[in-house]
């Protein structure tokens, strides 16, 4: 089993900065075996949405076009460690931010079903 605790989440102002981590842990985990993390982010009475997301082996990342230029995804595999660092909020960032994992190497990557492992979420509110 795995689990994702995400932490960083908060209450800043537009135009601030947020960065959240996500510490990935359990006995079967490995970024050996993790094949892609990603961040989704799910406001009140809207579905989940995928922010961004990392294929663990090769670094590649890739972003939605709502977060492109404003947050950034990044791994630190000796730590286990999950960050999405998010800048220029906008009051339309309010939600509860997600971290996800998988061990399947082809999915669509986008899609909250393709992945296997969620944390419980951290809220991030922005205020105008």
């Known amino acids: 089993q795995v689990q994702l605790v995400e932490s960083g989440g908060g209450s800043v102002q537009a135009g601030g900065s947020l960065r959240l981590s996500c510490v990935a842990s359990?006995?079967?985990?490995?970024?050996?075996?993790?094949?892609?993390m990603g961040w989704f982010r799910q406001a009140p009475g809207k579905e989940r949405e995928g922010l961004a997301t990392?294929?663990?082996?090769?670094?590649?990342?890739y972003y939605a076009d709502s977060v492109k230029g404003r947050f950034t995804i990044s791994q630190d595999n000796a730590k286990n460690t999950l960050y999405l660092q998010m800048n220029n909020l906008k009051s339309e960032d309010t939600a509860m931010y997600y971290c996800?994992?998988?061990?399947?190497?082809?999915?669509?990557?986008?899609?909250?079903?393709?992945?296997?492992?969620w944390g419980q979420g951290t809220q991030v509110t922005v205020s105008s």
């Open positions: 990392i294929y663990i082996a090769g670094g590649r990342t």
């Open positions: 359990g006995s079967t985990y490995s970024t050996y075996y993790m094949a892609w």
């Open positions: 996800a994992a998988t061990s399947r190497p082809n999915i669509a990557i986008w899609s909250p079903r393709s992945y296997d492992y």
